[in-house]
């Protein structure tokens, strides 16, 4: 099985940051792409970034530049920091990873628990 572990998200005032951390474990011989979701309440679950094996990422135009996704060395981490927060960014933060478990087969996609973001003063 595969883990996905969230951390970092918290209480921000608005305009203030916060970097969200996001760690795989478990039976994985490779991951492909990784990104983050967020899910605001009675809101549908939105795509926030994506980046993949190489390096290469993906941004939802609504956040006009103000994060910025990365991955660790060891490519089974992904970090999402987040500046000039707004309180429109206020939700629950998903991780999740596209995840080869063997050298055959298909990739599975895996989620996080979640971790909150709250945008207030």
């Known amino acids: 099985q595969v883990q996905l572990v969230e951390s970092g998200g918290g209480l921000v005032q608005p305009g203030g940051s916060l970097r969200l951390s996001c760690a795989a474990s478990g039976s994985i011989f490779k991951i492909f792409t990784m990104g983050w979701y967020r899910q605001a309440p009675g809101k549908q679950r939105e795509l926030v970034a994506t980046i993949t094996s190489v390096n290469s990422t993906a941004y939802a135009a609504s956040l006009k530049g103000r994060f910025t996704i990365s991955r660790g060395n060891a490519k089974n981490t992904v970090y999402l920091q987040m500046s000039s927060l707004e309180p429109e960014d206020t939700a629950a933060y998903y991780c999740?990873?596209?995840?080869?478990?063997?050298?055959?087969?298909?990739?599975?996609?895996?989620w996080g628990q979640g971790t909150q973001v709250t945008v207030s003063s």
């Open positions: 999740y990873a596209n995840v080869a478990q063997y050298s055959y087969g298909s990739s599975i996609a895996y």
